[in-house]
């Protein structure tokens, strides 16, 4: 089989969790399929990394975005007096539809695996190939929880009124897709609920277990390390969050304890917090050197939809985790077991405290988190489901005739 992994940004270096989960599938499909590689580049530097796809793809192909100030201004605006959303005018690009037609008719691919809605706009254009679109993000559900943590008024209202634009195009890729693919059977429950009619199945993140191992390291006493891409906005709102509301709660009990901000682009806001007793470290070539030397993982999401890669990687490396129900949403965690779990500041301080003192109860939640990882969130083993998806859209496709 054929397939055009079509995708809204480079997905190399793993900075990212679109990344993470774009590579990691391209990859697995590749084992079986020939696979062909089309995405939008925001620089030129990004051209070089599309070097690293080669190996598992038979063609790779970059599109130029650029993303002036004054071009975003323009969409916003458009997209107040339209039925489309802001991000699917930031990425609908002629030389991406005519790039996308014209590899689908030379290299006669049998089936187009997009990510993201914003490459599903682009399914009427898939010109006989089936069309799979994988949503990564239920677009509504996140913007409605952005809404919710805005402090300026026009931000606000903008992120609300996009929730009623984005149900309406996803109603219309599930009428131009083959196949839908949700990240929990939450969330394909609640794609049905908008478009009854769609085909849906479930394909979880999940880690690269063999990557991700427990390492026989002594964590620092009283560490904690909250790891993320940052330059996403709900994630470096989870670092602040934990920093402002929930550590000092922490420090109630623990004066000594040592928060680690670790990942890609800190905005400013972010990096002001580093002190002797917050890191931020930015980008870091090898994340699994910090999270091994920590004692407890944090995940204070506040803001997010599918499932979050960090939870994976975290508990595949046998790390005790306290996070929030948006972090654990869509996983099958369970409080107390395999993770704490908690939406109340003084609760999550607590929890953190209690496994920074207790080594027993660390190792516990550590080997229960990585069991579970190993048995339900194995890439390899996610990977059969997205397969028989190629091949039902294919089929679905030719029916159609």
């Known amino acids: 089989m054929r397939v055009l992994v079509l995708s809204p940004k480079c997905i190399w270096p793993l900075t990212g969790g679109a990344e993470i989960r774009n590579f990691n599938l391209l990859r697995e499909t590749a084992r079986r399929h020939d696979v062909?590689?089309?995405?939008?580049?925001?620089?030129?530097?990004?051209?070089?990394?599309?070097?690293?796809?080669?190996?598992?793809?038979?063609?790779?192909?970059?599109?130029?975005?650029?993303?002036?100030?004054?071009?975003?201004?323009?969409?916003?605006?458009?997209?107040?007096?339209?039925?489309?959303?802001?991000?699917?005018?930031?990425?609908?690009?002629?030389?991406?539809?005519?790039?996308?037609?014209?590899?689908?008719?030379?290299?006669?691919?049998?089936?187009?695996?997009?990510?993201?809605l914003h490459m599903a706009q682009y399914a009427p254009l898939k010109n006989g190939a089936a069309f799979v679109y994988d949503t990564h993000n239920l677009d509504h559900v996140l913007w409605e929880r952005f809404s919710k943590i805005q402090t300026n008024l026009a931000k606000r209202v903008f992120a609300r009124s996009q929730c009623h634009k984005f149900i309406h195009w996803q109603r219309i890729a599930a009428a131009h897709s083959e196949k839908i693919v949700t990240l929990s059977d939450q969330e394909r429950e609640e794609y049905l609920r908008m478009a009854p009619d769609a085909d849906i199945?479930?394909?979880?993140?999940?880690?690269?277990?063999?990557?991700?191992?427990?390492?026989?390291?002594?964590?620092?006493?009283?560490?904690?390390?909250?790891?993320?891409?940052?330059?996403?906005?709900?994630?470096?709102?989870?670092?602040?969050?934990?920093?402002?509301?929930?550590?000092?709660?922490?420090?109630?009990?623990?004066?000594?304890?040592?928060l680690y901000l670790v990942g890609n682009k800190p905005p400013e806001v972010v990096r002001r917090l580093a002190s002797t007793d917050v890191v931020v470290t930015g980008y870091v070539e090898d994340i699994r050197e910090y999270i091994a030397r920590a004692a407890v993982v944090v995940i204070p999401l506040r803001v997010g939809a599918g499932t979050k890669h960090r939870i994976f990687q975290a508990l595949a490396m046998g790390k005790a985790l306290v996070t929030t129900?948006?972090?654990?949403?869509?996983?099958?965690?369970?409080?107390?077991?395999?993770?704490?779990?908690?939406?109340?500041?003084?609760?999550?301080?607590?929890?953190?405290?209690?496994?920074?003192?207790?080594?027993?109860?660390?190792?516990?939640?550590?080997?229960?988190?990585?069991?579970?990882?190993?048995?339900?969130?194995d890439w390899r083993a996610i990977y059969p489901t997205l397969d028989q998806a190629f091949h039902d859209a294919v089929k679905k496709c030719k029916q159609k005739g």
């Open 325 to 377: 129900s948006v972090g654990a949403e869509g996983i099958h965690l369970k409080h107390g077991e395999t993770a704490m779990i908690t939406d109340d500041p003084q609760q999550f301080a607590d929890y953190t405290v209690q496994l920074l003192n207790d080594a027993q109860m660390r190792a516990r939640l550590g080997e229960n988190g990585r069991k579970l990882v190993v048995e339900r969130y």
């Open 36 to 116: 062909y590689y089309l995405s939008f580049l925001f620089s030129p530097e990004e051209r070089d990394h599309l070097t690293a796809l080669q190996p598992y793809c038979k063609k790779v192909i970059g599109i130029d975005l650029p993303r002036p100030a004054w071009r975003k201004v323009l969409n916003v605006a458009r997209s107040c007096f339209t039925t489309r959303p802001y991000v699917l005018y930031e990425y609908s690009q002629r030389e991406m539809a005519h790039a996308l037609q014209e590899m689908i008719a030379r290299e006669k691919i049998d089936v187009v695996h997009a990510h993201n």
């Open 201 to 258: 199945v479930t394909v979880p993140n999940g880690a690269d277990i063999e990557f991700f191992q427990p390492r026989d390291v002594t964590p620092e006493p009283n560490s904690i390390i909250y790891f993320a891409n940052f330059e996403w906005k709900p994630q470096s709102d989870a670092g602040i969050y934990f920093y402002n509301e929930i550590l000092p709660l922490v420090r109630r009990k623990l004066p000594g304890a040592k």
